[in-house]
């Protein structure tokens, strides 16, 4: 009530928006891509709303996958430490994700029931947008 009655009412409603580099990202895109580019705005407006359904916080260490660029990126305290091309979808075993280049076929690389794997390490797997 108090950002209503001191007019900063759209000061508390932005302080509700994501912090993520990459939610300020697609925001700028938004900006600047042109009116007429009606699909590419509203995929924009898409992505921009997968951010906000993420936790605020992702933690400390984590590992985010971008599907549509086919990309893993390992962040830890905010600072990228590992980036690689990564294949996500359906497999014989749903909970499970492939790292690296799949042609190659790495065992390392190949990572099964990813969730568990990963935190036992202390990190924790997002699945989002592009």
């Known amino acids: ?7 900063r009412l759209a000061d508390a409603l932005n302080g509700l928006l994501p ?8 925001k700028s895109a938004l900006q600047i ?16 709303d997968r951010w906000r359904w993420l936790p605020r916080d ?3 260490k984590y590992i985010i996958v971008n599907v549509p660029s086919y990309y893993a990126t390992l962040v830890e305290n905010g600072a990228t430490r590992w980036k ?3 294949v996500a979808g359906a497999s ?6 492939t ?6 076929r790495d065992p390392q690389l190949e990572v099964g029931s990813t969730q568990e ?9 997002r699945l989002c947008c592009g």
């Open 117 to 125: 794997h990963l935190a036992r390490g202390g990190w924790q797997a």
């Open 92 to 97: 014989q075993d749903s909970d499970s994700a």
């Open 84 to 86: 690689t091309r990564a």
């Open 99 to 104: 790292y690296g280049d799949r042609s190659r």
């Open 33 to 48: 891509t042109p009116r007429t580019e009606v699909d590419k705005l509203n995929k924009i407006r898409l992505n921009m």
């Open 1 to 7: 009530m108090a950002a209503l009655n001191e007019n």
């Open 19 to 26: 912090t993520h580099p990459q939610y300020a990202s697609l």
């Open 58 to 60: 992702l933690g400390q």
